[in-house]
């Protein structure tokens, strides 16, 4: 079995469905065996953006990118805090069909976690927030060809892009999960490993996102991946 690893760096979009499954998750591995989980930014409306329009940091407000400008000013006061605001804008999001990427509701969440509402003014008016998401992604994306989220870079090692999962594995499932994506770096030059999706699969997916594509506000578009 491949040794695992004491840390990882999560790459993730608020706004993905996909890294929010991700993200409970690595949670649950964490909780099992300690493994130590940094939060890092990826814009999905940068990597996917169309000819012609605006990068994301070019707007007043953009769904994702914002929120990660939120994320940023408190990942500055330490991971756990980040932790915490994410799993609850997903919790909200996914789960409750909350409108967290219009800045009243996210303000209205800050609230419920205690913390000040003014801190997404605060975010959007300190432009190193956006430098700091910006940061992140061109990292990501330029040193591991990073595409998409959920994204995991392990310590002397090739990124991964997954797990594409739904729902979530908890408990030993979790833990074997996570043997499974850790044991791809045995072998480097394999990029690619799929389960294709019947329409069975495709209909449970809809079924699990649906909230999500009630929620949501915008069009999906996605980019070839490399």
Not at 153 to 167: E, L, M, Q, S, T
Request: hydrophobic content about 40%.
């Amino acid at each position: 079995m491949t040794a695992r690893p004491d840390s990882v760096a999560f790459y993730f979009d608020p706004m993905c469905p996909w890294a929010y499954q991700a993200s409970i998750w690595i949670r649950e591995v964490r909780a099992r065996t300690g493994l130590a989980v940094s939060w890092r930014f990826f814009s999905l409306e940068e990597i996917n953006r169309e000819p012609g329009k605006k990068h994301p940091w070019e707007r007043a407000w953009s769904y994702g990118w914002s929120q990660m400008r939120v994320a940023a000013l408190l990942r500055r006061q330490g991971e756990d805090l980040v932790d915490r605001w994410y799993e609850a804008v997903g919790r909200a999001f996914f789960v409750d069909g909350r409108h967290t990427y219009d800045p009243d509701e996210h303000r209205a969440l800050l609230g419920e976690l205690d913390l000040d509402p003014a801190l997404l003014d605060e975010a959007l008016r300190d432009p190193t927030t956006a430098e700091e998401v910006r940061a992140d992604h061109e990292h990501v994306v330029g040193t591991h060809g990073a595409f998409g989220v959920p994204t995991l870079v392990f310590p002397d090692r090739k990124a991964v892009y997954g797990p594409v999962i739904v729902p979530a594995p908890t408990g030993d499932a979790a833990v074997r999960l996570l043997d499974v994506v850790l044991g791809m770096g045995e072998f480097p030059t394999l990029y690619e490993l799929r389960q294709p999706k019947t329409g069975d699969d495709l209909r449970a997916i809809a079924a699990a996102f649906d909230t999500y594509l009630r929620a949501r506000a915008w069009r999906t578009v996605e980019n070839p991946a490399p």
